[in-house]
């Protein structure tokens, strides 16, 4: 494979039928509010005999208590371990032989519940689900299991040095804000964990007043909705079910550089950036603009200095983090050991270039017409558009984002993608830079570099989200 | 009516395009899956495939050469990826960089990937694009820019390529060294990405003959899956194609692996925290009528929570964490492959030990009817799944119709399925899934050092 993000680009192919604007159009969608709270989107999709669910509950790894880290996890593993008449082994077996799929996963700010059907199997399906929703049993044992995988989970993503460097730039950029503390947890807070707090943590959040649920497929919308009013009407609600929005991070002020130990490596792995914009955002369109000329596709700039002109590195990308409070801007790349400054300050310079002189008016008419392009195949299966219409509702974006968005992206001009590369994108002085490599051939040329030099093994990356006593 | 992929209850034969080379004789089950396709070859011997889908205004096309690892020899391993990755860098017509630019430009996405079997290229695009498409891939098929400064650019960046994914991740160490070992004579034995010493070592003369003998039409199936009218896009192909000879067909892969007599053992020694072991078979090749066999087994053993390694290793016995089965589909016979990651505390040899006795039981003991029935289901269901997107038909499209021998055989997969009964379960396991026959690598963590080097700057 020819790389950037690996398997990202690979993504493909067909999806909406297109309206006469050039927008896409997309299937016909029934919204309806429950008395209980319950936000409910149906849509009809007859191209293939399935039905997609896609529920998103507003909670996750954010509302963790403090020495409670990886509970939202903890909880969205075991919802799919034992449900109402069912053993956890009785479930699977069930949801199997149907040929189906139900899987639960917390992130930062939600929890998403996904499960997928034949169409025949609708009301199966459908049972099913709802016993995980609202009759997941939690049983001592399965909670027991789920956390003892849940700290193997957690040793295993340290072999591998994308992982580390990711969760030790998260933790180097946040320091004790919740976006700091990787949502699997660590082993002392999972280790902890049980029964009671998985409970705690379901009654508390998982309301219908604090979730979405997204049903698009082979069905009628009378008949979905009827179904779903029989499943969920009477789901009780709680007024305290809605999270408060986790508070806004400070910014990097002057440059700081970790570097985490990992001896027996010949690669480096760089992330750098800075908190930026949250997903409700005005400036969201230009930034996406401004971030596909700097570091998406195959053309940015960041490929073309950092792997075209010089071959240092397999893949160079850089990306705007959009998450409910705000969330951040980095770039991210590799390259064996004996060019890591080389690199870093490349990729450095790439930024600092573009945050001064904007694009051309080449770049910009390649990226919008990149991203136009790109959309309706961003958009083509049930659960892509299951998942976008979600997250519209969740953070609170306006409901036509899908079905303006072509027009808006070919509308954004040379001055916004420049003001919002100005103020979003971080410049020199104000980075967190975070790399994962060989200390002992890497340490020396980075001191003095970007400020503020740190050393830690990758275990002691935690002790940067411990608050500051 | 759009035609789009059709979900055929009962038995029903499809009616494709009157240009079809091939008539489609519809599998016989209850449930069939058939994409309409309509087929012409180029008098150079390029085949074209095209699918039909009118429901969005975009195509997918996917270009395979049937050339890949196992078409190279050692001193030249990582080739025909390395190939794949000079494949972008201009033509005759269009110079570098204006392969990616122009594709994107026109709102299109564009990659490539590289297999033991095959090399494609894939492009994802408005259908206003594909006149573009089409004159891009023919300039480099035709005429590739094989120079001193497109093979060094992608050499280095290779490099970096393979150490991202074999040198330095645990998982694909432990994947290189169990082809390493459980093939002796067959090409299938080095990975694609190739040893690091013959990356350093390819000549541009090598990529010139590589190219020439494998970059030509007659050696390559073109797929266009989404908005097409698959006539004027036959004839759109002949325009842009149609000068480019035919070239000499490469020699066979001279295929003679020997019998293995007895385990082969191998440890990997790397910074990690669990042990883990990776258990691979012999197998049959992708066109063997056992291949169904191998692929139910793959599911009964670890398709969901409920197959019987993920039972006895995860549930019963919390020996492991994660474990999957499958067996690589291959032009050649290639391998089943077990893995199984260790809880804390526990070794690769309880993971092998409950391996083995849970092949054992199943050697011995019939699997229930309703247990076979939950394997064949979730087959199809993945099957359905594989085909949501155009690029993932033209993808399948493709793969059956360079490794299964024609994209017809796409179609016969759940029929095959449906075919195997528990004996056959039974028989494949007893006689091919037993420790002799297999290779086996160990995962040895070694410990993370206390300190990092220069830990004396931490505050």
Same mark, same amino acid.
Not at chain 2, 238 to 247: C, D, E, K, L
């Given at each position: ?469 | ?294 692929? *139910?087994? /793959?599911?009964?053993? &670890? %398709? =969901?929570?409920?197959?019987? @390694?993920?039972?006895?290793? $995860? ?68 099957? *359905?799944? /594989?085909?949501?997107? &155009? %690029? =993932?038909?033209?993808?399948? @499209?493709?793969?059956?119709? $360079? ?57």
């Amino acid at each position: 494979v020819r790389g950037l993000r690996l398997a990202a680009l690979l993504a493909c192919a067909v999806g909406l039928a297109q309206a006469d604007d050039g927008e896409v159009r997309l299937p016909p969608l029934e919204r309806v509010t429950f008395d209980n709270g319950l936000r409910v989107i149906v849509g009809e999709d007859h191209e293939l005999p399935l039905v997609q669910v896609y529920l998103l509950v507003g909670a996750g790894a954010s509302q963790d208590a403090p020495g409670k880290g990886g509970l939202a996890t903890l909880t969205a593993a075991t919802l799919t371990r034992g449900a109402g008449e069912r053993s956890a082994e009785e479930l699977a077996r069930a949801i199997e032989s149907l040929g189906g799929a139900i899987t639960a996963s917390a992130g930062r700010d939600g929890t998403i519940v996904d499960a997928e059907f034949l169409a025949e199997d609708l009301g199966a399906g459908l049972g099913l689900l709802q016993d995980v929703v609202l009759r997941p049993r939690f049983e001592e044992d399965e909670v027991r299991r789920a956390r003892d995988e849940q700290l193997a989970a957690i040793r295993a993503a340290r072999e591998n040095p994308s992982n580390v460097v990711a969760e030790c730039f998260d933790a180097w950029l946040y320091g004790d804000h919740p976006y700091g503390r990787p949502a699997i947890g660590r082993p002392t807070s999972v280790q902890a964990l049980g029964q009671a707090d998985v409970r705690g943590f379901y009654e508390r959040w998982y309301r219908p007043n604090n979730t979405i649920l997204v049903l698009i497929g082979d069905v009628t919308r009378a008949d979905a909705v009827a179904r779903l009013k029989t499943s969920y009407g009477s789901w009780e609600g709680r007024p305290d079910a809605v999270p408060a929005r986790p508070p806004v991070p400070p910014s990097v002020a002057k440059p700081r550089l970790l570097l985490v130990d990992d001896p027996a490596s010949t690669q480096t792995q760089i992330r750098f950036g800075n908190i930026a914009m949250p997903r409700a955002n005005p400036a969201r369109m230009p930034a996406s603009v401004g971030n596909t000329i700097l570091g998406g596709g195959f053309t940015s700039r960041l490929v073309e200095e950092l792997r075209v002109k010089r071959s240092l590195t397999y893949g160079a990308w850089s990306q705007f983090d959009m998450r409910l409070t705000t969330g951040s801007f980095q770039i991210g790349t590799f390259t064996k050991s004996a060019t890591t400054l080389e690199t870093l300050q490349l990729a450095v310079e790439v930024l600092q270039k573009f945050r001064a002189g904007g694009p051309t008016p080449e770049e910009l008419t390649k990226a919008r017409a990149y991203l136009r392009g790109q959309f309706p195949l961003a958009l083509e299966t049930a659960e892509a558009i299951a998942a976008r219409l979600a997250e519209i509702e969740f953070y609170g974006l306006p409901q036509d984002d899908l079905t303006t968005y072509r027009t808006r992206v070919a509308a954004v001009t040379d001055a916004q993608v420049k003001s919002t590369a100005e103020q979003w994108m971080p410049p020199a002085e104000h980075l967190a830079i975070a790399v994962v490599g060989k200390a002992s051939e890497i340490r020396e040329p980075l001191e003095g570099a970007y400020g503020e030099l740190r050393v830690l093994t990758a275990e002691a990356c935690a002790s940067l989200t411990e608050p500051v006593r | 009516v759009p035609r789009r992929l059709l979900v055929l209850v009962a038995l029903t034969a499809l009616a494709s395009s009157s240009t079809a080379a091939h008539a489609l004789t519809p599998p016989p089950t209850t449930k069939a899956v058939v994409l309409p396709v309509v087929t012409r070859d180029l008098p150079n011997g390029l085949r074209i495939l095209v699918h039909e889908d009118h429901s969005a205004p975009v195509v997918s096309s996917y270009i395979f050469f049937r050339t890949g690892s196992r078409n190279e020899k050692l001193g030249q391993t990582g080739m025909a990826h390395l190939f794949e990755h000079m494949m972008f860098n201009g033509g005759k017509k269009f110079g570098p960089g204006v392969f990616d630019d122009t594709i994107e430009s026109a709102g299109g996405s564009t990659n490539g990937y590289t297999t033991r079997d095959f090399t494609a290229y894939l492009n994802n695009f408005p259908r206003e694009a594909l006149p573009v498409v089409l004159d891009l891939e023919s300039d480099r098929m035709g005429a590739l820019a094989i120079t001193e400064k497109n093979l060094e650019q992608e050499r280095g960046i290779v490099m970096e390529e393979r150490r991202l994914r074999v040198d330095n991740s645990v998982r694909g160490t432990m994947w290189e060294g169990l082809y390493l070992h459980a093939f002796v004579q067959a090409p299938y034995r080095w990975n694609p990405v190739g040893f690091m010493s013959d990356l350093e070592r390819i000549t541009l003369a090598d990529a010139k003959a590589f190219f020439t003998t494998y970059y030509a039409p007659n050696n390559a199936v073109m797929v266009l899956a989404g908005d097409v009218d698959a006539d004027a896009a036959f004839e759109l192909v002949a325009q842009y194609f149609g000068n480019i000879p035919r070239q000499e067909p490469p020699a066979k892969v001279p295929w003679g692996e020997p019998p293995q007599d007895g385990e082969r053992r191998i440890t990997v020694q790397k910074r990690a925290e669990l042990p883990a072991v990776l258990m691979a078979y012999h197998g049959v090749a992708a066109t063997d009528p056992e291949r169904a066999v191998f692929d *139910v087994i /793959g599911q009964l053993l &670890a %398709g =969901g929570d409920s197959s019987r @390694l993920s039972l006895d290793l $995860v549930r019963a016995h919390e020996v492991a964490t994660v474990v999957s089965a499958d067996l690589q589909w291959g032009i050649d016979p290639e391998l089943f492959v077990i893995y199984a990651q260790a809880r804390p505390g526990k070794t690769a040899l309880e993971l092998t030990a409950r391996v083995d006795a849970v092949l054992s039981t199943l050697a011995d003991t019939d699997v229930t009817p309703d247990e076979l029935q939950k394997a064949k289901r979730q087959l199809r269901a993945d099957y *359905v799944r /594989g085909l949501k997107r &155009a %690029g =993932g038909k033209a993808d399948q @499209l493709g793969f059956a119709e $360079v490794v299964l021998g024609s994209y017809t055989k796409l179609f016969e997969l759940p029929a095959q399925w449906d075919a195997v009964d528990a004996a056959s379960v039974r028989r494949v396991i007893g006689e091919r899934l037993t420790p002799p026959k297999r290779t086996r690598v160990v995962l040895d963590p070694l410990a993370a050092a206390a300190e990092p080097v220069g830990a004396e700057a931490a505050q």
